[in-house]
């Protein structure tokens, strides 16, 4: 990744970079590491132990990972005869990259009970060590020719920081007793009436989608290219969890024809009958409580619905008769607005716990709350290569039978997200924080 003969890029001879250019490199890094080891303080170490399913890994095996990932991209390519810090932490850290190695099966992750917490706290320890000397000392040829890597390390952990909430709620809803992540003291108060629903039409015509400006982007968001869409228009805000149950009271669940085959096929086969998460209210009355990282509570009727996969997506909005958003519309809708919504602040300075709340009043709400389900499938933009290396498989062996979600989420690190974002699950996952905003033709 670092080898100019691999990547096929020029040498680059920059000047010496200014000191405060290393320092807030170092700052950043210090930063980033340190959110991901707060979340993980609210965490007991029985916490950190559970994989409650394959797409699900335990928070040790999370700030495990990340750390290999720097180690094994930064500091073993820049030292090429540096030993692990452990011989057997790459086989049991690496996550899916052929390149890197054999692993540890994805869905036993969670047998991992060797190392202990303390020991992958002590790999942390000395990687950051060796990583921030680096940074700090490292001639300004090598720093220049690690620093795409150093953005994608940091915004990988980011990802990673974003999983960590994910899977625990994942886990703590598999316990009786129904953990909050954070108390909902420090949630906000349920809101009162959504934000109307405004349209915003958009004069369709050709336009440019994806990343080509400078800053870092992930490979996936490019090349820039131009699209054709069509008049259209799209919803000012996400589908609310009232909307969501009046959807179920008109029989959403059990209407066949609402659904994609596939969709009904998984709304049988799992007994769907509300968004993942949602628990019947033991009052008997037959209505329904959510569950989240602040625990069990009322549904908020103004916050968006989140949670659901990209099939109810889809049958919700065959329901409303209207569509999903294509990616394209979605960017050509989000490109010009300052990249401002709710998302994951640092915990530390955070008085709020991360679940979705409800759209601000304003002409059209694009970024944070919820992940959005959009109609495209996850495949690679017009003339998309990997870039070369084993670094070439963090997004685009995955571009098939995935879908696209854009916008991030309340558990999204705040300065994470772009408007040429590409996020992407399988259309059956629920368990992203995931909502849905309608479109339809003009
Ligand atoms: C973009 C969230 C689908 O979870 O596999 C983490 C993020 N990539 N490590 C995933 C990711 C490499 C990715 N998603
Ligand atoms: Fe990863």
């Known amino acids: 990744m670092l080898d100019d003969d691999r990547t096929g890029t020029p040498a680059a001879h920059p000047a010496e970079p200014a000191h405060a250019d290393r320092d807030s490199l170092r700052a950043r890094y210090a930063a980033v590491r340190k959110r991901t080891e707060d979340l993980a303080a609210r965490l007991s170490p029985e916490d950190m132990q559970v994989q409650p399913r394959t797409e699900c890994s335990p928070t040790k095996w999370h700030i495990a990972h990340v750390t290999w990932f720097f180690e094994t991209f930064i500091l073993r390519e820049v030292f ?69 890597v150093l953005e994608i390390g940091l915004a990988h952990e980011e990802q990673h920081q974003e999983l960590i909430l994910m899977d625990i709620l994942d886990l703590f809803s598999r316990n009786p ?99 993942e998460y949602w628990v019947r209210d033991g009052d008997g009355g037959g209505g329904w409580l959510q569950y989240g990282l602040t625990g069990t509570g009322p549904i908020d009727p103004a916050a968006p619905v ?51 709340a409800p759209a601000a009043v304003g002409p059209v709400q694009m970024f944070g709350d919820v992940w959005e389900w959009t109609g495209s499938p996850y495949r690679p933009y017009p003339g998309y290569r990997p870039p070369a290396g084993t670094l070439g498989e963090y997004n685009g062996k995955f571009m098939s039978s995935q879908m696209v979600l854009r916008g991030g989420c309340c558990a999204t690190p705040a300065g994470h997200l772009r408007p040429t974002y590409r996020n992407f699950f399988y259309p059956h996952e629920r368990w992203a924080f995931s909502g849905v905003r309608l479109a339809e033709d003009c």
């Open 306 to 356: 989140v949670h659901i996969s990209f099939y109810e997506a889809d049958a919700y909005a065959r329901w409303a008769g209207a569509r999903l958003p294509t990616e394209e519309e979605w960017e050509a809708v989000a490109a010009g607005l300052p990249v401002e919504g709710h998302f994951l602040v640092h915990p530390a300075r955070d008085a709020l716990t991360p679940r979705p």
């Open 80 to 148: 090429p005869r540096r030993k692990p810090f452990h011989p057997d932490f790459p086989f049991l850290f690496n996550s899916y990259y052929w390149g890197a190695g054999p692993r540890q099966p994805r869905p036993e992750r969670g047998l991992l009970t060797r190392p202990p917490l303390d020991d992958v706290y002590a790999y942390r320890r000395a990687i950051d060590a060796d990583m921030d000397r680096l940074l700090a000392i490292a001639e300004p040829d090598t720093l220049a020719a690690m620093l795409p």
């Open 177 to 275: 007793l129904r953990p909050a992540y954070r108390p909902a003291e420090a949630a906000p108060a349920a809101s009162g009436a959504a934000a109307a629903l405004r349209w915003h039409e958009h004069p369709g015509g050709i336009v440019g989608i994806g990343h080509g400006a400078p800053g870092f982007a992930f490979d996936n968001e490019g090349p820039r290219h131009d699209a054709l869409l069509r008049p259209f228009r799209i919803a000012s805000r996400c589908v609310t969890n009232g909307e969501w149950l009046a959807f179920m009271q008109d029989g959403g669940y059990e209407r066949p024809d609402l659904w994609l085959m596939d969709g009904w096929g998984t709304v049988q086969a799992e007994g769907w009958q509300a968004p």
